[in-house]
């Protein structure tokens, strides 16, 4: 089994398996190497330091890091505070979760330290691809921290805004539809106006707005970017 190597000892891959399947559960790399330290009998078994799991998972992130998905939506702690995940997939298309942040706030300032903070513990390696829900901070985080990264909007929070904004499960149907239809853009476009259309929705605000803004939501406007199946 081949090891990855980090200053004197190694961590194996079996070990860095555990430590990423637990991970993905939201145990912390402290908490990890707890219970890898326990399974191995002590701490002169383990083989390797409390750095070089950090380091290990490091570079596991390096392997998975063209697409991470940011979300706020959690305020499940003592604090009411906005938990921010920050997310992967790797390659059996696992989600890995890379690290995890309680905010502040949900401010442009915050939602750049979380960033900043991120890819420098990630050895400033940037991903090519960001999914998140609509918030206008955070877009404005993601374009002056990884300036050149694609953005896509998250379809699940999409969904629940339609159902929140228009209500209608016919109109959601074929709205979903759009989103994932591989289409050209001018069948997007065409499509787009009879749906409008069709349900008497050319006025709304939301879907003004969903219109201006299908470069970040619709298939069709997105085919030559790599999400890695994230939406």
């Known amino acids: 089994m081949t090891p990855f190597m980090r200053s004197n000892r190694a961590v194996s891959k079996a070990d860095i398996d555990e430590a990423i399947a637990l991970k993905e559960v939201c145990v912390g790399t402290s908490q990890v190497m707890n219970y890898l330290t326990q399974q191995a009998g002590g701490y002169d078994n383990v083989g390797f330091t409390h750095k070089d799991l950090y380091n290990a998972l490091q570079r596991d992130y390096t392997c998975f890091d063209d697409v991470i998905e940011l979300d706020t939506t959690y305020k ?117 106006r009879s749906i409008v259309l069709e349900f008497n929705v050319k006025k709304h605000p939301w879907v003004i707005e969903k219109g201006n803004t299908r470069h970040l939501w619709a298939q069709a406007y997105l085919i030559d970017h790599f999400f890695a199946n994230i939406r």
Request: hydrophobic content about 45%; aromatic content about 12%; proline content about 3%.
């Open 76 to 192: 499940d702690n003592l604090y009411g505070r906005p938990i921010m995940p920050i997310v992967g997939l790797n390659h059996h298309h696992n989600t890995i979760v890379f690290a995890t942040a309680i905010i502040a706030d949900e401010t442009s300032q915050s939602f750049e330290s979380v960033q900043q903070n991120f890819l420098e513990a990630m050895m400033n390696k940037l991903s090519i691809s960001v999914v998140t829900n609509r918030d206008r901070a955070m877009q404005r985080a993601i374009k002056y921290v990884i300036p050149y990264a694609k953005n896509i909007l998250c379809s699940w929070h999409l969904s629940r805004n339609a159902q929140a904004n228009i209500g209608d499960p016919k109109f959601i149907a074929v709205f979903s539809k759009c989103m994932a239809s591989w289409w050209t853009t001018e069948e997007f476009d065409i499509q787009w």
